[in-house]
């Protein structure tokens, strides 16, 4: 699943194309993803692109139209093409937003469980509104974070990946950053101590700023727009590596299922407290 690195890399290598154009039509061959494709997509004619953000794992279109919104959900991929190119659309390309130059946005997704909609102003968007701070953000603070755990008995693993705490920290860089702070995932969140909070925040910053810098964790099912894989799955240190040695101990990665999700983690560098 594209997490906010994909994402970010996916905006930064749409968004040299993209911005500045005039839309010429948007093509929706599929009229529902998760949710139904917004019908004010096919109004969108004369549009200009302003520019192009992204907020949690939204991609956002700002035009003089009101604003898309895009979500790649569980397998979604963006690619450019040009009018020049063979226009042949497969089953899973689902949304092609073609520009009056004759760039072509188009979005693919196998399992059609991402997201095509319309706002006026995207910020104001119910999917959007309560979102948490994002964690690359100077709202993303040791405070915030230790304050806002306290009284909460979810697991501090799950407590990261809510989006009303912090947008963007899926179950790869959740796993990441957990190993990097030495805090176990099932540690109820309301025990995190200050320090703990300190390296936490630290720590998400440093690995998503540094898959983004690598241009994102090559999954089967993300493929930057340039058509390059990205290459953080190289230095991943315990996901996806149940049964291998911990690269600080030696000792075997376990993997459990925690908030229905496989966690993977090393349970002596990140041990619970007695």
Sequence with gaps: MPELPEVETSLRG??????GQTIKQIITRTPKL??????????MQGAKILSLSRR????????DKGDIIVHLGMSGSLGILETSD???????????????????????????????L???????????QKLGPEPLSDTF?????FEKSRKK???????????????????IYACESLFMAGIHPELSAQN????????????????????????????KDFIQPDGKPGYFTQVLQVYGRKGEGCNDCGTMIEAKMVGQRNTYFCPKCQRLPR
């Design 141 to 145: 603070t040791i405070s915030y974070l």
């Design 14 to 19: 749409v968004e040299p194309y993209l911005q």
């Design 34 to 43: 998760r949710w139904t494709i917004s019908a004010e997509l096919s109004q």
């Design 86 to 116: 063979n226009l042949h659309a497969g089953k899973h390309d689902h949304v092609d937003l073609i520009t009056e130059s004759g760039i072509i946005l188009r979005y693919t997704d196998p399992r059609k469980f991402g997201c095509w």
């Design 192 to 219: 995190l101590t200050q320090k703990q909070c300190e390296r936490l925040v630290k720590v998400i910053k440093e690995v998503l700023t540094k898959s983004i810098i690598q241009g994102g964790t090559t999954l």
């Design 56 to 63: 949690a794992k939204y991609l956002i279109l700002h035009t």
């Design 118 to 128: 319309w706002a006026d102003k995207a910020d104001k968007h119910k999917l959007l």
């Design 153 to 171: 008995t979810v697991a501090v693993k799950n407590f990261i990946m809510n989006n009303d705490v912090v947008v963007g920290v899926g179950n």
